[in-house]
């Protein structure tokens, strides 16, 4: 069975993690919570909680065949921590997807080499996916290698398709 991490850190956005969540469980793969500490309740931007299942430290790129980054302020919190920084920089280095939507690609800009990619995520986030290097573009899914990114709720339905196809 493949496996998927998708990352969680308070202010989460609730629609970007449970949609995600439960359309990759309905596909057959196995679905992690990752979060800077295991067991632990985040809550969303909204007051809702869901507790992770792995901490970043103990997971190691090598076993995960995708991960997820959802958007709401939770990226700027993922990257502050090291041990989620390098499991994201780790899956890149692997060419493994990583899937981010709305405020997401922060987390890729902090830790993915996105030199020359076409990505996209929430407008105002526009400036800092440029400066990263990468080629801003207002589409509701652009995968470029590795690289899947959205840019805000009503595009999960693309995303979440663009994530099936490209774990297999």
Avoid at 119 to 134: Q, W, Y
Avoid at 145 to 168: C, H, M, Q, V, Y
Wanted: proline letters at 4%; charged letters at 30%; one cysteine or more.
């Amino acid at each position: 069975m493949k496996k998927v991490a998708v990352l969680i850190e308070n202010f989460f956005d609730e629609k970007e993690l449970i949609y995600p969540y439960y359309r990759l469980k309905e596909a057959g793969y196995e679905v992690h919570l990752v979060g800077s500490e295991k067991d632990k309740a985040y809550t969303s931007k909204s007051g809702f909680t869901e507790k992770s299942t792995h901490s970043s430290k103990e997971v190691n790129a090598k076993d995960y065949d995708a991960v997820v980054i959802p958007g709401g302020y939770s990226p700027d919190h993922m990257r502050r921590n090291k041990d989620t920084l390098n499991f994201v920089r780790e899956m890149d280095k692997l060419g493994k997807p990583i899937a981010a939507i709305c405020h997401g690609p922060w987390m890729m800009a902090s830790c993915c080499n996105l030199k020359g990619k076409k990505l996209t995520g929430f407008f105002s986030i526009k400036d800092d996916i440029v400066n990263a290097g990468a080629e801003y573009v207002d589409a509701e899914v652009v995968v470029d290698g590795n690289l899947i990114t959205s840019r805000n709720p009503n595009d999960l339905p693309a995303f979440l398709k663009a994530i099936i196809e490209k774990i297999g």
